[in-house]
T-cell receptor, first 113, second 112 residues
Framework: DAGVIQSPRHEVTEMGQEVTLRCKPI?????LFWYRQTMMRGLELLIY????????DSGMPEDRFSAKMPNASFSTLKIQPSEPRDSAVYFC???????????FGPGTRLTVT | QQQVKQSPQSLIVQKGGISIINCAYE??????FPWYQQFPGKGPALLIA?????SEKKEGRFTISFNKSAKQFSLHIMDSQPGDSATYFC???????????FGGGTRLMVKP
């Protein structure tokens, strides 16, 4: 079975540009999580969905960040406009209803210059 | 507020030795305590996990010890191998489907 799929794997963009990160969760999973990893702050939750509905977005840094999950097999995280401090690795993870386990994708390394 | 504190930040162990990483948590509502292993350029991979109704769980060379009264848990890697060299994260969650709160990570190096 395919794991969590993220694209692109690497993204380099200039400050002020819009960035869209994509995630395909494991088929049959009901939860989808977006985490961000930085040296300073470690791994932190940005937002998560249950059955395509956002449950907790308290980790979203500011209005420049938005996330959607239009269907069970696809989610996007958008940053507009991007800033150098957004440079990080962004991970998507998914889990099954009633289970604790979360499975992570390979991540998208974002660099904003 | 850092709810899960992990130590040490880095660890060097000789091949065949025991690696021990510790975590402490504050929120007594946490109900699930996983450990993740992360190699450079990869996503965190679930290694082993424990619920607070047991004090120890073993899977191969990896063991979690859990002390509910002290609000602490630890990962023991027996017979450490160079292939175990990675960053290890402890985490905690309050219920199935809830977010994970991560510790700061431990970079483990196993010397041949």
């Amino acid at each position: 079975d395919a794991g969590v799929i993220q694209s692109p794997r690497h993204e380099v963009t200039e400050m002020g540009q819009e960035v869209t990160l994509r995630c395909k969760p494991i088929s049959g999973h009901d939860y989808l999580f977006w985490y961000r990893q930085t040296m300073m702050r470690g791994l932190e939750l940005l937002i998560y969905f249950n059955n395509n509905v956002p449950i907790d977005d308290s980790g979203m840094p500011e209005d420049r960040f938005s996330a959607k999950m239009p269907n069970a097999s696809f989610s996007t995280l958008k940053i507009q406009p991007s800033e150098p401090r957004d440079s990080a690795v962004y991970f998507c993870a998914s889990g099954r209803q009633g289970n604790y386990e979360q499975y992570f994708g390979p991540g998208t390394r974002l660099t904003v210059t | 507020q850092q709810q899960v504190k992990q130590s040490p930040q880095s660890l060097i162990v000789q091949k065949g030795g025991i690696s021990i990483i510790n975590c402490a948590y504050e929120n007594t509502a946490f109900d699930y305590f996983p450990w993740y292993q992360q190699f450079p350029g990869k996503g965190p991979a679930l290694l082993i996990a424990i619920r607070p109704d047991v004090s120890e769980k073993k899977e191969g060379r990896f063991t979690i010890s859990f002390n509910k009264s002290a609000k602490q848990f630890s990962l023991h890697i027996m017979d450490s191998q160079p292939g175990d060299s990675a960053t290890y994260f402890c985490a905690a969650s309050m219920y199935a489907g809830n977010m994970l709160t991560f510790g700061g990570g431990t970079r483990l190096m196993v010397k041949p």
